[in-house]
């Protein structure tokens, strides 16, 4: 879901990748190969037909050799403010899954993220050498890193290696807010 005017961003946000992918020097053909995103998704996603889902941009940055909040053009200076108003929400709904992305600085970026109630989120697309560091500021969450789950409230803060797979799992009545600091 992205808040405010939601055809415009998803436009701006297909020419963008545009832009980045020929900077690159890559055909869609090409990055479809590297990716595992279809010639067809990443054509639909140029053009601003399709909101693609946080796994789908988790998997064109790291075919383009760049970080989410550089694909999505959301990368800021130092000493910037990140007003609510001025971000919006990248969903994967059919996870549960709602990120917002505050600031980018050289290699860390931060994210503000809602896990809706009921939900699992599975993260298998971040670089091999990530950390996370997450804290809940709302609600209560399971993370589970090589297979140990670890049960989060309420400004709890775990850190890992997120180049690996692991679940973000909400099995509450609530949505969940969580502050997420990945360091690639």
Request: aromatic share 8%; with cysteine; net charge neutral.
């Amino acid at each position: 879901m992205v808040e405010g005017n939601e055809k415009e961003v998803v436009h701006q946000l297909g020419g963008y990748i545009r832009k980045v992918r020929k900077e690159s020097g890559l055909t869609m053909e090409q990055l479809s190969k590297k990716s595992g995103v279809s010639v067809l998704s990443i054509g639909n996603i140029e053009n601003g037909r399709t909101n693609p889902t946080i796994t789908i941009l988790w998997k064109l940055s790291r075919a383009l050799n760049i970080t989410l909040s550089q694909l999505i053009g959301y990368s800021t200076l130092t000493n910037s403010v990140s007003k609510d108003s001025n971000t919006y929400f990248i969903s994967d709904l059919t996870k549960g899954w709602l990120v917002q992305p505050l600031f980018q600085e050289d290699n860390i970026e931060v994210f503000r993220v809602c896990l809706k109630a009921h939900s699992v989120n599975t993260a298998q697309h971040q670089p091999q050498d990530s950390i996370e560091v997450l804290t809940v500021m709302k609600g209560k969450v399971s993370i589970k890193v090589e297979g140990k789950i670890y049960h989060l409230e309420a400004f709890d803060t775990i850190n890992f290696r997120s180049g690996m797979i692991h679940e973000y799992i909400n099995d509450t009545d609530d949505d969940v807010l969580l502050n997420i600091v990945v360091k690639y």
